[in-house]
């Protein structure tokens, strides 16, 4: 009865009380307002995400495959090297982690990451609306995430810098091999 048009003086009210909450609740509407800015900054590719992107493109250029479960596996790796060189360098007793344990522990990082970036194909609905494009910084920077977790890994067992010298190496022909031999990267434009 009341929007039947039969009793004009209620929709009249209904209208009055809507303008009056509006007028009581605009300071608390401005007060929100850094919410929508807070809100802005998901639309950007955080630090991890561009992380990420510069790896798959890299892995997308010879792995054509499966370069997402390629690339998520790589991180995981290099996040579980620093994982590593953190215990050992911490009071924990890291043998006693065993076998089972480091696999585990591989297991339970892919896991977050596959989570993080591969469910619901979530990373990529992301790059096909942000429309990320790769820069030689972000390349680098990747490079050196990546190649750290070995070296990380290596100064706190002990090891000799040429083990890392080697690495290193070894990083730069792979990387420098795949811009070589492999296509153009997968691109989200």
Known sequence: MLW??????????FAKCLA???????PVL?????????LMAHRK??????????????????NKSIPDWSTTIFISV?????????????????????RKGFMFSMLFVIAIHWFYFLRNGRIFEKFKKLKPKASLTGKI??????????AALFYTLGMDWTYTLIIAIVFG????STYIFGTEPIKFQ
Not at 6 to 13: A, E, I, T
Not at 46 to 58: A, P, R
């Open 4 to 13: 039947t048009g039969k009793n004009k003086s209620k929709q009249k009210d």
């Open 20 to 26: 009056e909450s509006k007028r009581q609740f605009a």
């Open 30 to 38: 401005f007060i929100a307002q850094p919410l929508a800015i807070i």
């Open 45 to 62: 590719l955080n630090i991890y995400e561009k992380l990420f992107f510069y790896v798959y493109t890299s892995t997308s250029r010879t």
């Open 78 to 98: 290099a996040t579980t090297l620093y994982m590593f060189a953190i215990g050992i360098l911490s009071p924990l007793d890291m043998k006693s982690l065993g």
């Open 141 to 150: 920077l990747s490079g050196l995430y990546t190649f750290g977790g070995f």
């Open 173 to 176: 022909a792979v990387e420098f």
